[in-house]
């Protein structure tokens, strides 16, 4: 059902299956190739070391690869090249790119979501998009103690689903509706309760920051985890823009994901209510600003404010 209702693929396309070499990556990329080749698919697969942070390019094989095809599906366990120049590079000419993070449970892999659950998917998540590309301002405020505000005017908002019409979705049921705040505006109190994308669990203690003028401000992050506050301090102080804040504002969708948090899987960033922003790049994304990084990290149990509309109300998705 993926490749034909979901990624739309053609007898005769070109598609390009790219994978890390995590053993569930290569199983899943691999039976994704064979199904495409016996539908027709001109399918190609090829396996690249893992990334160590989003935003890392690929190599240049494969970046070269990515434009010579109509479709590229990406099968990674934790960081993409969604991020990177080679992507964005490649979506502006057309080609689609589809991501699946392989970091969730077998079983959640193979679930099979009913195209109806996937529509009402693009609907919501269309329908927030184009309330953020209208609103002029966002506040986020948590019951943990986040509360910043952000300017959003004249940056359009990326609706993300598996049935997404623009340059890339992400794959199975995962969904976001996002956004690049405009630089220089983020202001306030930035509490990660839950995650930081890539670190692979779900945090004890939270990591706090403060932002100032759209700048995270490294000498403020502190947590009860000294050693994570540090890890974290150190993504910021990456390069000269790493501390850009926010990046990017992403609303969680999906109403099929599991309702609990699994441990930095990107199924508890898809949960529709669950907020997340970053810290670095977004000129991939609608914004100004490059970095070698793009980090995300999840907040839960928000209210989000776009304008005067309640769009997110205690973790609860109003849409």
């Known amino acids: 059902m993926m490749l034909k209702e979901v990624v739309k693929i053609q007898p005769g396309q070109k598609l390009l299956v790219i994978s890390d070499t995590y053993a569930r990556s290569r199983a899943v990329a691999e039976a994704v190739n064979a199904v495409a080749n016996s539908m027709g698919v001109l399918s190609v697969l090829t396996m690249m070391e893992p990334v160590t942070q989003v935003g890392q390019e690929p190599p240049p094989c494969i970046a070269a ?21 080679a992507r964005k590079e490649a979506t502006a000419l ?12 077998e079983d959640r892999l193979r679930t099979i979501i009913p195209l109806e659950e996937l529509k009402r998917i693009k609907a919501r998540t269309e329908k927030l998009a184009g309330i953020m590309t209208r609103a002029g301002t966002a506040r986020i405020m948590t019951s943990y103690g986040t509360d910043i505000t952000m300017s959003l005017k004249g940056r359009k908002a990326l609706p993300i689903h598996p049935l997404s019409a623009t340059g890339f979705g992400g794959l199975q049921d995962y969904s976001e509706a996002a956004v690049s705040p405009v630089e220089g505006t983020t202001e306030g109190l930035v509490v990660i309760d839950a995650s ?30 000294a050693e994570e506050a540090q890890r974290f301090k150190e993504i910021v102080l990456t390069d000269p823009d790493a501390g850009n ?44 600003t490059f970095s070698r990084v793009h980090q995300d990290v999840l907040m839960t149990r928000a209210t989000v404010m776009l304008d ?12």
């Open 245 to 288: 804040c926010a990046a990017e504002l992403g609303l969680g969708t999906s109403h099929t994901v599991p309702r609990f948090l699994q441990g930095d899987s990107m199924c508890d960033y898809a949960m529709a209510g669950n907020v997340h922003i970053a810290v670095g790049r977004n000129n991939d994304i609608g914004g100004e």
């Open 308 to 319: 005067d509309i309640r769009v997110i109300e205690n973790g609860k998705l109003q849409i």
């Open 94 to 105: 057309g080609i689609k790119h589809f991501v699946l993070n392989t970091d969730a449970s």
């Open 65 to 85: 690869a990515m434009k010579a095809v109509d479709v590229i599906l990406e099968f990674a366990d934790k960081h993409t090249i969604v991020h990177s120049t």
């Open 196 to 225: 930081v994308r890539g670190w692979g669990y779900v945090f004890r203690s939270p990591i706090r920051f403060e932002v100032k003028k759209g700048r995270a401000q490294p000498e403020t992050v502190s947590s009860e985890a």
